[in-house]
């Protein structure tokens, strides 16, 4: 692209801002700046107009699903058929880790991050030797797709190598890049990141399985006869990944989606529920919910509304092939962007300068038609690391991986 190219292209998306520093600049920084710009994905904008505004939800009533008292009924006849399909190879394991983590605020991808007090014990290592437990129990390896992005793939695949894929086979483990949106201040103009580059960031967690299919990763699935997808984010320590009973469980109820969740706390608890839209599975979110709602109780006196998720589903390939196309909504989150000042000195913002544009995975479950709700136990499974201190930060994840016999 030519500069008057990009000029001509700015000006149509009211953006020339993106060229102020390229008078100043070397012809590599030129270059830089020229095809940084041919490669922004404008459909932020259309987020921009309108919000960012999700789906309108319209007849929202609580969905059914397995809580721990029915699922220990039937604990060893889930676990056969979920060993079963492990052991034939048809389930695979993503996990999402193209983040950046700016609440954690520690440079690098989270995954590296060292929870260990008395030996090294990395986020992504911990996550693997809960995933060795199930290949040793079925005696065989689960595949696992990596999703990082621009900001953090060198980091993450050196990472790997040089602790040897955390004793997992390096062929069983495969990397791939999600995309990149732009970032921009409270009025809409994208940022540069540097004078010769816009601020992009990863365009959230929705896109994890197109990008697969960019990546040219179906072919591989296919390949390995592999039928469901347990998709994970990298900051739950005590993340069980492709769990027997979730996957028999999930399998026997012939939906196309398995979702691990826990039961709410308290009725105002801060997370999104799964729900029905009408017949459609949905999540609803906690500020969504009505009083009434949120305090409706079942036949059996438990909450309602009471399955909370956290990003570790079982999705059916064969459905996720059939929606891919489908559009999912831009979510618009307030973040703080690195961008640089008037001088072109980069820098790190304290408080939220601008906004980010996101898809979310949660917006899958409504496409996928069928989910079921997995009840698990809070304090053996969900322990994420989302913040330094305080609630879901690094002291409370260490706190629970104690209590559950991890040595630090
Ligand atoms: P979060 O939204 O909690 O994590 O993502 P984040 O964006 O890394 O952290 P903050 O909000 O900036 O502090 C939950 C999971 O989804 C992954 C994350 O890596 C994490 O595993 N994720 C998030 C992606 O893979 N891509 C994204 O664009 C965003």
Redesign the pocket.
Known sequence: MTYEQALQLLKEHNQTQLLRFYDGLDESGKGRLLSGIESIDWSFEEALCDGGAAAQKKDIRPIDGLKIADIDKKRAEFEEIGVKAIQEGKVAAVL?????????GVDGP?GCYNIGETRDLYIFEQQMDNLKEVVKKCGKTVPVYV?T?DKNHEETTSFWAKHDYFGYPESEIKFFK?DMAPAVDFDGKIYLERMDTPAL?????GG?FSSMVRAGLTADLHARGIEWLNIY???NVLQRIADPVFVGATIEAQVNCGAKVVCKNDPYEKVGVLCKDGEMPDIVEYYELTDEMANQKDASGDLAYCYGVI?NYLFKLEKLEEIVDKKIPIHIVK?KIERVDENGIPSKPDTENGKKF?TL?VDLIKLMESVLPFEVEREKEFAPI?NKTGVDSVESAKALLKKNGVKL
């Open positions: 999402l880790a193209g983040g950046m983590g700016t609440r954690l989270k999703m992005s999600q960031s990863p365009n959230g967690n994890w984010a990298v900051d990003l973040k996101e995975a989302k």
